[in-house]
RNA sequence: GGCCCCUUCGUCUAAUCGGUUAGGACACCAGCCUUUCAAGCUGGCAACAGGGGUUCGAAUCCCCUAGGGGUCACCA
């Protein structure tokens, strides 16, 4: 027996960009059926003309690519296979298998409130089911446009089989005949879905839990078209820290907000992998690549529970791929951020790019994010920066600072080479000529050169600005220390 | 409200067939390291929603309750 080819599917409607429960189903996809061996296949669900815009399809590709989930096919857009579904649907009806309906929607409308004032679920009667000839024609000289409906059956139970949630549950009196073409002509969501799903093959329905219920409806318009099903996997969704669904109040939520937050896909990645899923069994790390990740992948593995979103941890994850990112890499990323906060400007010449690299490589450790990074990288570029109050208590107003800032200058300025080394040993022998700690002489430096009491090792910075502007920065600060920390 | 799903530290989660001092990660706290801040290392705090069963033994199986979520559109 040969085994058929997986193939499995993303198809997001373009009525916003891509958020992180969409990019995670995407992200669970990949795995799947990367490994697997099969194909990836990009749909765009966009039969709802209200809602879909076609730059937010061009914004959800962006976003995929950049996180680095490419599929083998597609884009296919519903709107290109309008006429599979109605050839589809008319065959159902010619079956028997489906019929036209007239009922006005202010009829549903109210048979829908009446319903609910009884406290139950309003099903469509089946008023339209066994229409006669002449009752259409009827209809069709008043000027209605049908919809269609789906005859489904009044009895029995509808189980799907859940990859990850085992068989559910559906007894079929629960089910209505429910709309599958609009009377615009256009297919409804649950219909045009498994059409698609059918057509193109695929074999593995992986999608958020908020599809579960709709699964039944589909597993039985797979039946009326006599088509095998594909197997189904509802992964949890995912929540804002109030356990209620993300939406804009909750920060940043799409993949595009994350990406300007200054994110690394790789750690987003990482992080929304673990929202849902884990290796299990004795694994303890959490740090995985997306290789890794698809070779551990397995649907079994996947929660029930619904995952709360937060975002301190991917802030740690992105601190720590900030870190061992390839640097070159880290660069590239960066160098966006860099240039809106003006520190750059793009065609960069090679000795900006060589020492903005090293200016990376200094400051990578202490920032969670691309834009902390600039943030902790502006006196390397700008002079125009202001001292920590709290610095200027702590550093600038204690007794002799001003001399002991003129002396490191003076000694500075006469160094033969100014590396980190050299500025080290200085800074080393003056202070015990000084008779006074190293960090005495380290933190008012700091402050007169950075206008900061945190960041990289004080001589890396000093080796990195070089003797000139070092030098410039302490004198400066001799004389603000002298204008503004000594009156009386 | 009907139907469906879910329930382990604050958060993400682990615990092959029921037997663990209920493990890890983030966060938090403390200590170490140290020129600051980070990072790193060490330690600490912290959970089986509640109640009934079944069993020698239940986080794990069954039932009930409570809570959360989803869905009930000519949206997807």
Not at 460 to 479: C, D, H, P
């Amino acid at each position: 027996m040969f085994l058929s080819e997986v193939r499995v599917r993303f198809a997001p409607s373009p009525t916003g960009e891509l958020h992180i429960g969409g990019a995670r189903t995407a992200l669970f996809n990949y795995l799947f059926v990367r490994k697997a061996g099969g194909k990836f296949v990009l749909r765009i669900d966009d039969t709802d003309l209200e809602r879909s815009r076609a730059d937010y399809i061009d914004k959800l590709i962006a976003s995929l690519r950049w996180l680095g989930l490419d599929w083998d096919e597609g884009p296919y857009c519903q709107s290109n296979r309008l006429e599979e579904y109605t050839r589809e649907a008319e065959r159902l009806v010619a079956e028997k298998k489906a019929y036209r309906c007239y009922c006005s929607v202010e009829s549903l409308a109210s048979g829908r409130s009446a319903a609910r004032r009884d406290s139950k679920a309003f099903l469509y009667p089946g008023s339209c089911r066994n229409l006669s000839a002449a009752e259409e024609e009827a209809f069709h000289k008043e000027g209605i446009s049908p919809v269609i409906r789906l005859l489904t059956p009044d009895q029995g139970t509808t189980v799907v089989k859940d990859e990850v949630r085992g068989e559910v549950r559906f007894e079929n009196i629960n089910i209505d005949d429910f709309i599958i073409v609009k009377s615009n002509g256009l297919p409804t969501y649950n219909f045009a879905s498994i059409v698609d799903d059918l057509q193109m093959g695929i074999t593995h329905v992986i999608r958020a839990e908020e599809h579960l219920t709709n699964t039944p409806r589909q597993q039985i318009c797979a039946a009326a078209l006599g088509y095998d099903l594909p197997l189904f996997a509802h992964v949890p969704m995912i929540l804002a820290p109030d356990r209620s669904k993300l939406s804009k109040r909750h920060g940043a939520t799409s993949v595009e907000e994350f990406y300007s937050e200054g994110h690394l896909p790789e750690a987003l990645i990482n992080y929304m992998a673990l929202l849902g899923w884990s290796p299990g069994a004795g694994g303890e790390e959490e740090i995985f690549t997306l290789e890794e990740m698809s070779e551990r992948f397995d649907l079994q593995k996947v929660n029930k529970t619904a995952a709360i979103y937060d975002v301190t941890k991917l802030g740690w994850m992105n601190s720590h791929y900030m870190r061992v990112y390839d640097l070159d890499k880290l660069v590239e990323a960066a160098i966006p951020f860099f240039e809106q906060k003006e520190l750059v400007k793009t065609p960069l010449e090679e000795q900006d790019y060589c020492y903005l690299k090293q200016v990376i490589d200094a400051v990578r450790e202490r920032a969670k994010t691309l834009v902390e990074l600039a943030e902790a990288s502006f006196y390397f570029y700008h002079d125009n920066f202001n001292y920590d109050d709290k610095g200027v208590n702590k550093h600038f107003r204690k007794e002799n600072t001003v001399e002991f800032i003129r002396q490191a200058a003076a000694k500075l300025r006469q160094l033969e080479s100014f590396d980190k080394e050299a500025v080290e040993s200085q800074y080393r022998s003056l202070s015990e000529e000084l008779g006074i700690s190293t960090g005495r002489l380290i933190h008012p430096t700091r402050l007169a050169l950075t206008g900061r009491t945190a960041g990289p090792g004080l001589f890396e910075i000093m080796a990195l600005l070089g003797r000139e502007k070092t030098v410039e920065r302490l004198e400066k600060a001799a004389n603000y220390i002298e204008n503004n920390c000594l009156e009386k």
